[in-house]
């Protein structure tokens, strides 16, 4: 791995979790714990920031020293030591009705949810969980509504399956549509995700790095998905895995291994190598 030459002192590392700080098993590997600790050591703080609900994060991630996080693809914040909820930015119901009836129009057989209760409930319209896989439905607590029901309330994240359709294909379709109010990513799950106008992964690091005092020089993000994207730009230093999607890689500072070969670890041990303030 080149890395370029730090600018700043990195106050504040913002790792995505599945395919970066997680192995493909959803563990943090040893390594990943020790540097995390040695930069913790440091000064550094280690965050998520993650497209995950903040319920659906594992325990190894705080038990590795990772003390926030930013779920829903930036949408809430979250001190993960007290369970504090710092901050939440929803989708207006009018902007995933309007996502809703396009979608309903343009493709036969899609289906919707929507993420309720800072991320611990999913509303879904009848036939949405026959598109779930087993290995998801761990992660789903849903309660069975119909379109209107879903598009009743703000979300944190709207999400849209198809049969036959992948993620990418859904966002392709969306994206003729010419609609605003709302902002729609991938990350590498089986599923569309949508958020509110302008929300990301950068805007809600970028919030937490304003509680914390952290100017968004001072930040390292890494990631591998469509959905990290707008966080490596943003970030002082942007870093995408070796197993990263192209336009991830081609918006990175600088490319790590993959998450399978501690890719994020190494980029943890070379800013604590290279920082200008020579610490250790």
Known sequence: MTSPVLPHPIRLVASDLDGTLLDPHERVTVRTTEA??????????????????IAHIPAAVPGS?????????GAIGVDLASGEILFEDLLAPSAAADVVSFLTAELEGVRFSAVRDHGTRNAAEPGYVDLIGPHELRFWTIDEQDVAGIVSEPTLKLTVRHPQLDADDLLRVLDRSGLAGFHATTSGAPFLEISGAGVTKARGVARLCGLLEVDASEVLAAGD????????????????MGNAVAETIAAADWVTAPNTEDGLALVIEQVLAADPLGRR
């Open 65 to 73: 020293g990772v003390t926030h996080a930013v779920g829903s693809n």
């Open 36 to 53: 995390i600790g040695r930069a913790t050591a440091a000064g550094v703080r280690i965050v998520a920031a993650t497209g995950r609900q």
């Open 225 to 240: 998905a469509k959905n990290d994207i707008e966080l490596l730009r943003w970030a002082g230093v942007g870093v995408a």
